[in-house]
């Protein structure tokens, strides 16, 4: 009997000092929650006492904060992007709204000859389909990134989308005093997209590389293993910062050119996020290559 008092005395002990060595690293853990939420400190949760249940319960606090640093930070990304967004989108908007303006005011002027006035208005109406352009360019670079934006996935003969588009440039081209040097296989290559995103993506790079680039323009279409390449190149004017080059509004030049580069490579980028296609920009030189890849969609 005396023995068996012992030991129950002995357990409760123990018992007893387990409590409270507990209740110590559990209070331990609280003062560095707080001091964890009161301040930047990115200091992992510790623990002295040596328990299973407890250190399991540390790791998953400790991967819980980590997760919270990193939403915060991606907040704060967000925010820093989005103040910056409405900056440019204000400085992009109040640019040719101000030019606009001030060649409507010198038409005004009673002093002017015929030929002052057709160069005014002509300014004028140019600048305005600029803002127009930015106008429609805002609008449709929301619809695309918006949750609800559905494509029509097909098979697609890149061949055939390829060449139609390349004809409708032929204009522009011409006016530019430009040959786009052309590469696209006898064989045809086919891809599973939607085709009115696909024929923008083209569009909208060729338009860069006539607007922003000197020389000629060369288009190729490619295999690559499992995967089809569109690979447009141009020479460009200005050093281009690649890390850059499909933010939103980035210039490469804008004091020189008057005109900011606007958003029709974001609007490239995100059709081809929505499309699981990549695109990627690389420099050689003073030349950029634009490629975008599609999987291959073979026949079954």
Same mark, same amino acid.
């Given at each position: 009997?005396?023995?068996?008092?012992?030991?129950?005395?002995?357990?409760?002990?123990?018992?007893?000092?387990?409590?409270?060595?507990?209740?110590?690293?559990?209070?331990?853990?609280?003062?560095?929650?707080?001091?964890? +939420?009161?301040?930047?400190s990115l200091q992992k949760i510790e623990v002295s006492l040596i328990d299973k249940d407890m250190e399991q319960l540390?790791?998953?606090?400790?991967?819980?904060?980590?997760?919270?640093?990193?939403?915060?930070?991606?907040?704060?990304?967000?925010?820093?992007?989005?103040?910056?967004?409405?900056?440019?989108?204000?400085?992009?908007?109040?640019?040719?709204?101000?030019?606009?303006?001030?060649?409507?005011?010198?038409?005004?002027?009673?002093?002017?000859?015929?030929?002052?006035?057709?160069?005014?208005?002509?300014?004028?109406?140019? +600048?305005?389909?600029?803002?127009?352009?930015?106008?429609?360019?805002?609008?449709?670079?929301?619809?695309?990134?918006?949750?609800?934006?559905?494509?029509?996935?097909?098979?697609?003969?890149?061949?055939?989308?390829?060449?139609?588009?390349?004809?409708?440039?032929?204009?522009?081209?011409?006016?530019?005093?430009?040959?786009?040097?052309?590469?696209?296989?006898?064989?045809?290559?086919?891809?599973?997209?939607?085709?009115?995103?696909?024929?923008?993506?083209?569009?909208?790079?060729?338009?860069?590389?006539?607007?922003?680039?000197?020389?000629?323009?060369?288009?190729?279409?490619?295999?690559?293993?499992?995967?089809?390449?569109?690979?447009?190149?141009?020479?460009?004017?200005?050093?281009?910062?690649?890390?850059?080059?499909?933010?939103?509004?980035?210039?490469?030049?804008?004091?020189?050119?008057?005109?900011?580069?606007?958003?029709?490579?974001?609007?490239?980028?995100?059709?081809?996020?929505?499309?699981?296609?990549s695109i990627r920009a690389e420099c050689d030189n003073a030349e950029i290559s634009m490629i975008c890849?599609?999987?291959?969609?073979?026949?079954?």
């Amino acid at each position: 009997m005396l023995i068996f008092n012992v030991v129950t005395l002995l357990l409760l002990g123990w018992m007893f000092a387990r409590w409270l060595l507990l209740k110590r690293e559990i209070k331990s853990v609280t003062t560095q929650l707080t001091y964890y +939420r009161n301040s930047d400190s990115l200091q992992k949760i510790e623990v002295s006492l040596i328990d299973k249940d407890m250190e399991q319960l540390t790791v998953e606090v400790n991967l819980l904060m980590d997760t919270i640093a990193q939403e915060t930070a991606e907040k704060r990304r967000t925010e820093h992007e989005l103040k910056q967004a409405v900056a440019n989108i204000s400085h992009d908007l109040r640019t040719p709204l101000t030019s606009i303006l001030g060649y409507l005011q010198l038409l005004n002027g009673e002093d002017l000859t015929i030929e002052e006035r057709v160069e005014y208005q002509g300014v004028a109406i140019s +600048r305005g389909n600029r803002l127009k352009s930015l106008l429609n360019d805002f609008f449709e670079l929301s619809v695309i990134e918006s949750m609800d934006y559905e494509l029509s996935i097909k098979r697609v003969n890149m061949n055939d989308l390829l060449t139609n588009t390349l004809l409708g440039y032929y204009d522009s081209f011409m006016e530019k005093d430009k040959e786009p040097l052309v590469t696209i296989p006898e064989h045809s290559l086919y891809i599973m997209a939607d085709e009115s995103a696909v024929k923008r993506v083209i569009e909208n790079l060729l338009n860069n590389a006539l607007s922003h680039g000197k020389g000629n323009v060369s288009v190729a279409l490619e295999q690559f293993g499992r995967y089809i390449r569109l690979i447009i190149c141009n020479e460009v004017y200005v050093a281009v910062d690649m890390r850059m080059i499909f933010d939103r509004f980035y210039t490469e030049d804008q004091v020189r050119t008057g005109l900011g580069k606007g958003l029709g490579l974001s609007i490239t980028k995100s059709l081809m996020e929505k499309m699981r296609g990549s695109i990627r920009a690389e420099c050689d030189n003073a030349e950029i290559s634009m490629i975008c890849e599609w999987m291959e969609s073979r026949p079954n």
